[in-house]
């Protein structure tokens, strides 16, 4: 039968503010995550990672926050540019699935002038 | 240092004809594994690769195979396309093969099935 598109939450945000996404993970064993951007057309880019040992980690610019308790992952992206309009995942590993990465639906970020 | 590469970038088949997909990983990465995105479906794992051994696969049907080559270069194979198939591929490498560690993505293969 026909696919239905997936609907992806959209965060419109205005150039030089804050933006915030989230992400709800689906497996309170998971131990690693990564932030992917993806631009039109382009493979997913790794922005930034975070063990569960950690709650927060940054990078240029960017934020990740781990909260285990709900199973609960956030990008903060500062001074948000018209660059950063793109989607972004959240991917989550499992202890002894080696590599494979689980993906949540992604988040549509939009950024106006 | 060069990205994961991944040939070709666009490939149109017929329904029932067989395609083969490249994946070249970052230079020392030997692990390499393979996702299908979809708009109805998202980004969903397909199998991965290290040291030429499948170590872990998704929920595919078998017409989807693949193999690693010894320099780490790996190759995707579908069987009997569909028009379902349709999708774009991406290739992610790893250095270790022990999970935890950061994967990079190549641009992908666009397959359209007609």
């Known amino acids: 039968g026909e696919s239905v598109g997936l609907h992806l939450p959209t965060l419109s945000v205005q150039e030089g503010d804050n933006s915030i996404i989230n992400c709800a993970y689906s497996?309170?064993?998971?131990?690693?995550f990564i932030w992917y951007k993806q631009e039109s057309g382009k493979g997913p880019q790794f922005i930034i990672d975070i063990r569960s040992n950690m709650d927060k980690r940054q990078g240029q610019r960017v934020t990740v926050l781990l909260n285990k308790t709900v199973k609960h992952l956030s990008l903060q992206i500062a001074a948000t540019q018209p660059g950063d309009s793109a989607v972004y995942f959240c991917?989550?590993?499992?202890?002894?699935?080696?590599?494979?990465?689980?993906f949540g639906t992604g988040t549509r970020l939009q950024v106006t002038l | 240092k060069a990205g994961v590469t991944q040939t070709p970038r666009y490939l149109i088949k017929t329904r029932g004809q067989q395609v083969t997909l490249s994946c070249s990983p970052i230079s020392g990465h030997r692990s390499v594994s393979w996702y299908q995105q979809t708009p109805g479906q998202g980004l969903q794992f397909l199998f991965e690769?290290?040291?030429?051994?499948?170590?872990n696969k998704g929920n595919f049907p078998g017409r989807f195979s693949g193999r690693q080559f010894s320099n780490s270069r790996s190759e995707m194979n579908v069987s009997t396309l569909e028009l379902g198939d349709s999708a774009l591929y991406l290739c992610a490498s790893s250095a270790s093969g022990q999970g935890g560690t950061e994967a990079f993505f190549g641009q992908g293969t666009r397959l359209t099935v007609v």
């Open positions: 690769y290290f040291s030429e051994t499948q170590r």
């Open positions: 991917a989550e590993n499992r202890p002894g699935t080696a590599s494979k990465l689980t």
């Open positions: 497996n309170s064993a998971s131990d690693y």
